[in-house]
């Protein structure tokens, strides 16, 4: 490859290791979805807004980048920023974590602009850190950036739904479990980080005691589940319930006065489980580098079981709200009616806030395929951008 014949792009086999690529072309890998395509222009003046932090030239995320420009030969100007844009074949993962943090696929999927096929492209298959394939080291690293971003985003929008619907009550918080959740999700974005810098996890971050603090609150918060579901059951098909009923519900088996804990714990719980998501990626990212070249389709067995079980559970989730929203709350004495409506209020929009669909970021293609663009300057420091519509 010389300056006289540039390349529009180069296609890196997902899985390098798996079979002989003898006789394979990039077009072919592109074709079975078993190859990753980088492609580049040079990075105009403005670029759209960045997402996270920079990394620096040294990370492991600018090295391979680095290494798959540097074949490019004449087709890359080493003296200014270049625009990268990452398409891969594992949108599936990501389809899978909407359910599982209880969002949308609204929004999701990007307006069509692929490679078209008179484009010159070149098959690398050059090998990256720790003997890993460049494919799936760069494959694992976008898959990480993109539950990220939208695990994330999806998080924020569904606690703003949920607390909109609080007013209603005063909400009585659980300090020690809310200072669990926090170091979890800190811990998770180090470790993302780290991930992206130097393709580990070094223990001082703390992830293990992070995701063992991670599975105690959402073992707790399912234990009330269990019992506000059980206690759903029990409710009359038809009529009304009594307040005082009402209220022992939400009370989960507690003190009666529990029941004003019942909009600050279903937030819990779904947080919760959104962290457990995003840990699973992350962990799940880190074991499958330990698996060499087949780390792509091991990271999605590794993540298919943990992510269908919580988006089960966000569904249980959203029946029990409706459930208990959809009998009337009913009251005996006067000075109990403006309670019981409080009740009534607080429960109806709670099922609206549980049940509404926040939007995705743009970072998948109609075939499923996801999309990570970034910007590389002339010393090595990424930027990766914030998703928009192609």
């Known amino acids: 490859m010389t300056d006289r014949e540039p390349i529009d792009g180069v296609v890196i ?27 580049w222009t040079e990075a ?6 960045a997402w996270g932090t920079a990394l620096r030239g040294a990370s492991a995320l600018s090295q391979q980048l680095g290494a798959v ?23 599936s993962t990501l389809r899978d974590l909407v359910p599982a943090v209880g969002g949308g696929f609204r929004g999701l999927v990007r307006d069509s602009r692929g490679i078209n096929g008179h484009a010159r492209l070149h098959l690398h298959t050059g090998r990256a850190a720790a003997g890993v394939g460049l494919g799936p080291l760069m494959g694992l690293l976008a898959v990480q950036v993109g539950t990220e971003m939208l695990a994330r985003h999806q998080q924020e929008q569904k606690l703003t739904y949920i607390a909109e619907s609080v007013a209603a009550l005063r909400q009585a918080r659980e ?61 009359p098909a038809t009529g009304g319930v009594d307040a005082g009923r009402m209220q022992d519900v939400l009370a989960a088996g507690g003190p009666r006065e529990d029941h004003r804990r019942f909009p600050h714990r279903i937030a819990m719980l779904y947080r919760a489980l959104s962290l457990d998501s995003r840990a699973l990626v992350i962990t799940g990212a880190e074991a499958a580098l330990e698996n060499g070249d087949h780390s792509l389709p091991h990271l999605h067995e ?17 029946k029990l709200v409706w459930d208990l929203a959809a009998p009337p709350i009913t009251y005996t004495f006067p000075w109990e009616g403006s309670e019981a409506m409080a009740l009534d209020r607080m429960l109806s929009s709670m099922a609206t806030g549980i049940s ?4 995705a970021p743009a ?28």
């Open 302 to 318: 590794v993540l298919a079981r943990g992510l269908q079980e919580n988006a089960a559970i966000q569904d249980r989730l959203k």
């Open 363 to 390: 970072l998948l293609t109609e075939r499923n395929r996801q999309v990570l663009e970034l910007v590389r300057r002339p010393d090595g420091e990424v930027r990766v951008l914030a998703p928009r519509a192609a």
């Open 356 to 359: 509404r669909l926040p939007d």
């Open 44 to 49: 105009p003046h403005s670029t759209g807004d």
């Open 69 to 91: 420009l540097s074949q490019a030969g004449g087709a890359v100007d080493a003296s200014s920023s270049v625009l990268c844009r990452l398409e891969l074949p594992t949108g």
């Open 175 to 235: 300090d020690d479990m809310e200072a669990r959740l926090g170091s979890v999700e800190a811990a998770l974005g180090e470790a993302s980080a780290a991930m992206l810098d130097r393709v580990s996890i070094p223990s001082s971050i703390g992830l293990g005691a992070a995701r063992t603090n991670l599975r105690e609150v959402k073992g707790r918060t399912l234990i009330w589940l269990d019992k506000w579901e059980e206690a759903a059951r029990q409710l």
């Open 13 to 39: 086999p997902t899985e390098p290791g798996a079979r002989s690529l003898v006789g394979d072309d990039a077009w072919r890998l592109l074709f079975e979805d078993r190859g990753l395509l980088l492609t």
